[in-house]
Nanobody, 124 residues
Framework: QVQLVESGGGLVQAGGSLRLSCAASGRTFSRYAMGWFRQGPGTAREFVASISYSSGTTSYADFVKGRFTISRDNAKSTVHLQMNSLKPEDTAVYYC?????????????????WGQGTQVTVSS
């Protein structure tokens, strides 16, 4: 079992930055690929970014490429999402997820464990 707790969300103006963090419990964090997803108002949850177990491979949704960066620290069992140049359309609840596999995936249904989410609101 892996428990995930997100933090770092908040209200920011367009063009600003936020850094989301996800703390994972359990001793096997380094075996899991990790991902970030988001769900905006009235929309389905969508893939944002994913990182492999050793940070060697990352994947990003097209709408965040060049603005967001996913990273992880296996020693601290944490994964981060650095979000720069934020836009009002980035407003959403952001979820951290763990995949019981070492490699990245963009598919929501391939992630087994989920956090409770953290709200990000970008004002125009």
């Amino acid at each position: 079992q892996v428990q995930l707790v997100e933090s770092g969300g908040g209200l920011v103006q367009a063009g600003g930055s936020l850094r989301l963090s996800c703390a994972a419990s359990g001793r096997t964090f380094s075996r899991y690929a990790m991902g970030w997803f988001r769900q905006g108002p009235g929309t389905a949850r969508e893939f944002v970014a994913s990182i492999s177990y050793s940070s060697g491979t990352t994947s990003y949704a097209d709408f965040v490429k060049g603005r967001f960066t996913i990273s992880r620290d296996n020693a601290k069992s944490t994964v981060h999402l650095q979000m720069n140049s934020l836009k009002p359309e980035d407003t959403a609840v952001y979820y951290c997820a763990a995949r019981n596999d070492r490699w990245v995936s963009v598919q929501e249904n391939e992630y087994t464990f989920w956090g409770q989410g953290t709200q990000v609101t970008v004002s125009s």
